[in-house]
């Protein structure tokens, strides 16, 4: 699932006209029920839903790094006075704001929406409805960022958040271990001081995943180096979470705690 190497290898500095959002969708994330939803992304979904309960209301939170996935967003929902969406490649951004202005061909999250607010929260259908409305209403700004530059995210929104989550974003946008824990700092750089920082990361020992028939960089970072850099930037309470999906060569990790 995760690497083909039969597929084109991709350089860090050609992601953007590489990367295909239509076809990492379909790849990890078409779904037509709660129930094609792959273990990976049930393991994210639930360990953003968790985190999200120990944390108070009327949060402004940034998810970065996005990408084309508003998933990561719905339990945000449940504790966000807003929600600000930040993605390093523009195609990715359209596609989200597809979604966001309801457009015909926008991607149908329908089902993450379902396993979020019947099987994690025990909601309704009715709840359903209103959490894709509500998120929705949240999402203040689509913008663009790069983790490798200072600052990291765009003019305007280079401010400081009571929550940052993020998603398989460092491991692909780091050439070195060196690099990893220069961006893991500015990362915590937007929390606020006392604000939650949730990360979704993957130790990968081939060092590349796979989108259609193209290959893209992930640098191999074990739960060790991922833990230490988290708490050199300032989240000294940092945790780790291993969340296996059976994969020998891959195993992601769940990093959460408070800024200093």
């Avoid at 779904?31 to 953003?48: E, G, T, V």
């Avoid at 020992?205 to 028939?213: E, Q, R, V």
Wanted: charged content about 25%.
């Amino acid at each position: 699932m995760f690497y083909n190497p039969k597929a084109t290898n991709v350089l860090l500095k050609d992601y953007k006209k590489a990367f295909q959002p239509s076809v990492f969708l379909k790849q990890y994330y078409e779904a037509f029920s709660p129930s094609d939803i792959s273990l990976y992304l049930k393991q994210k979904l639930l360990c953003f839903h968790d985190s999200f309960l120990t944390v108070p209301n009327g949060l402004k939170v940034l998810d970065y790094g996005a990408g084309p996935s508003i998933a990561s967003a719905i339990s945000a929902a449940t504790k966000a006075s807003d929600i600000v969406l930040a993605e390093y490649a523009e195609e990715n951004i359209e596609f989200l704001d597809q979604w966001l202005n309801c457009e015909p061909n926008a991607f149908d999250w329908s089902p993450y929406f379902t396993y979020v607010v019947q099987e994690l929260e025990g909601g309704g259908e009715e709840q359903v409805k209103e959490r894709e409305t509500k998120v929705r209403k949240l999402i203040k700004g689509l913008v663009h960022c790069d983790i490798r530059k200072d600052p990291p995210i765009q003019q305007g929104y280079d401010t400081q958040y009571d929550v940052v989550m993020c998603s398989l974003v460092l491991e692909g946008a780091s050439s070195t271990q060196e690099e990893y824990c220069s961006n893991v700092a500015r990362l915590v750089q937007l929390v606020k001081p006392g604000g939650s920082i949730f990360y979704y990361g993957v130790e990968n020992k081939i060092g590349y995943y796979t989108i259609g028939d193209r290959s893209f960089p992930n640098i191999h970072i074990t739960d060790e180096l991922a833990l230490k850099a988290f708490r050199d930037a300032g989240v000294d309470d940092a945790s780790l979470k291993e969340c296996p999906v059976g994969d020998c060569n891959v195993k992601f990790i769940f990093i959460g705690g408070k800024r200093s």
